[in-house]
């Protein structure tokens, strides 16, 4: 299973994120369920939701950006955020993104909320091999 840690050094008045997958499904998962954890405490959410999502792009920084913009969107429109997410990720021309999410409504008087992620930047944004797996630096606009 992926992790991710906050990189205080990068960005301060953002939220800069280190995310580490075992293979591209597992970062961009795990990418998720950062930005959830970032914007609200999931064990507070309301009514569950899930959704399907379906993305493609040139590359894979480019999916990954694509991918938490996405999340951000269904939060600002719909009010819902989702930690938990099976995805799938194909490398080539395009790169393409089949995903099932798993979370929850915002629920006023509910939901303890935290960072009010506003957008994906594409400050020290990479998307990268390892020898254990993938990583990828992300800063939030928040």
Known sequence: MGRFRYLEEIAFADAALEIVGDDLDDLFATAARALAELMVDPATLGARAARSVRLEAPGLDLLLYDWLGELIFRKDR??????????RVRRGDPCTLDAELSGGVIAPGRTELRADAKAVTLHEFR???TPEGWRACVVIDT
Do not use: K, L, R
């Open 127 to 129: 998307v990268e091999p």
């Open 78 to 87: 719909d009010a819902e955020v989702f930690p938990t997410a099976q995805v």
